[in-house]
């Protein structure tokens, strides 16, 4: 299983990116999907989980400004963020837990907000 993050970039505070993640291989069944993300001065963190029945969760942190949401015949899951705030600068990585081979993560992808 491979997860292949777009979507990262640069963004004026108050403005929105969506973030994709695909997940390629086959022969495995994905059951809960979540975004992370880690700045050098904090421990990675989950911001955003969803669960096979596609229901999500949500840090204190995003909810409210972010959606995820999954699309399974495409295997992908999505991170819609809006109203970003400097603080939401960070690398966010992907991540699924699969039903056979446990848990895979994206590659990570830079998002910066300027203010």
């Known amino acids: 299983v491979q997860l292949q993050a777009f979507g990262g970039g640069l963004v004026q505070a108050g403005g929105s990116l969506r973030l994709s993640c695909a997940a390629s291989?086959?022969?495995?069944?994905?059951?809960?999907m979540g975004w992370y993300r880690q700045t050098p001065r904090k421990e990675r963190e989950l911001i955003a989980s969803?669960?096979?029945?596609?229901?999500?969760t949500y840090a204190g942190s995003v909810e409210g400004r972010f959606v995820i949401s999954r699309h399974d015949a495409r295997k992908t899951e999505y991170l819609d963020m809006a109203g970003l705030t400097v603080d939401d600068t960070a690398v966010y990585y992907c991540?699924?837990?699969?039903?056979?081979?446990?848990?895979?993560w994206g590659q990570g992808t830079q998002v910066t907000v300027s203010s």
């Open positions: 991540n699924v837990k699969t039903l056979r081979f446990g848990e895979f």
């Open positions: 291989g086959s022969g495995f069944s994905i059951n809960d």
């Open positions: 969803i669960s096979k029945s596609s229901s999500a």
